[in-house]
């Protein structure tokens, strides 16, 4: 006759199989998501080499979509919003269609200019495909990215009238973080052109 008792020591033997996959588990899970969330971090990080307010814009062979020359007279005497990006970052994208926003919203405040550091037939579909209307510049060589000290794109710069950088971010960033970086950079810069007016 044969017993229908569970057998005690065999139940004992997958309890314990299964707690020891518990830890073993977690473990592996943590070796996986630990260097995933290290570098989020590190590109979330703003770059060591970009440059810092107070340092003139180095910018020195940067061409239009159509290979004209191109220099620093974009500036026109007041603040303008740089931005470099590349055509095939996600981030960088959703960044330049804010940074499209953003321009629409201060445009008649601050002069806005991207550089891409990608192909111009990529950068001009990017653009197309997304109704991206900002000025586009092509970084051919990347001599304004490494002008600039930029390793990670996005990059963000806010450069004032005299070519002075007044304020620097990498990495993506929210249209309303932008928005009121540059609407309290703005409030400053008009307060103090106000105060050598008078």
């Not at 500036?75 to 470099?84: C, D, E, K, V």
């Not at 991207?114 to 990017?126: D, H, L, R, V, Y």
Request: with cysteine; aromatic share 8%.
């Amino acid at each position: 006759m044969f017993s229908t008792q569970p057998n005690d020591s065999a139940g004992q033997r997958t309890q314990n199989t299964t707690r020891g996959k518990i830890p073993a588990t977690v473990g592996l899970v943590f070796l996986v998501v630990l260097p995933a969330i290290l570098v989020v971090k590190f590109l979330r990080t703003e770059s060591p080499t970009l440059p810092v307010p107070g340092d003139r814009v180095p910018i020195q062979t940067i061409r239009k979509l159509d290979s004209t020359p191109f220099d620093k007279s974009f500036l026109n005497g007041r603040l303008t919003a740089i931005l470099f990006f590349s055509a095939e970052c996600p981030h960088c994208i959703r960044e330049l269609v804010t940074f499209d926003r953003l321009r629409k919203r201060f445009e008649d405040r601050i002069g806005f200019v991207a550089i891409s550091t990608s192909s111009g037939s990529k950068t001009a579909e990017i653009l197309r495909w997304y109704q991206v209307t900002v000025p586009t510049l092509l970084d051919r060589n990347e001599e304004g990215k490494k002008g600039f000290g930029v390793e990670i794109v996005p990059a963000f710069f806010l450069v004032d009238s005299a070519g002075v950088i007044v304020y620097t971010e990498s990495g993506e960033q929210s249209y309303t973080a932008h928005e009121k970086s540059i609407s309290s950079i703005l409030i400053h810069h008009e307060a103090a052109s106000t105060a050598i007016e008078r």
